[in-house]
Nanobody, 127 residues
Framework: QLQLVESGGGLVQPGGSLRLSCVAS????????IGWFRQAPGKDREGVSC????????NYVDSVQGRFTISRDNAKTAVFLQMNSLKPEDTGVYYC????????????????????WGQGIQVTVSS
């Protein structure tokens, strides 16, 4: 079974940057679209960004547009979320998730299609 592990979280001051990584163990990610989700304290989990199987399509929630960039490496074993100009409202637990899409090159910010999830990693933006 596909297992995902997030890394790169931590505490950062407002305006700072972090780069999250999502690495797959046991399987390659080249047939999966990948999404990043986050859950702030007391709020529902929301989709932040996603990248399609071939990396040609990316989507972002409006609140991070222009500040976050999602990418995947050439070997398709990891997906990254570069987060710049971080704000306190970006605080939360960040999860990566995988959606099996071997044919259609697309991705979604809705949780439903994602069958595999990482354990989550804390991102705290505070002065």
């Amino acid at each position: 079974q596909l297992q995902l592990v997030e890394s790169g979280g931590g505490l950062v001051q407002p305006g700072g940057s972090l780069r999250l990584s999502c690495v797959a163990s046991r399987f390659n990610l080249d047939s999966y679209s990948i999404g990043w989700f986050r859950q702030a304290p007391g709020k529902d989990r929301e989709g932040v960004s996603c990248i399609s199987t071939r990396g040609t399509i990316t989507n972002y929630v409006d609140s991070v547009q222009g500040r976050f960039t999602i990418s995947r490496d050439n070997a398709k074993t990891a997906v990254f979320l570069q987060m710049n100009s971080l704000k306190p409202e970006d605080t939360g637990v960040y999860y990566c998730a995988a959606d099996w899409r071997p044919i259609r090159d697309a991705c979604t910010l809705h949780e439903g299609p994602y069958n595999f999830w990482g354990q989550g990693i804390q991102v705290t933006v505070s002065s």
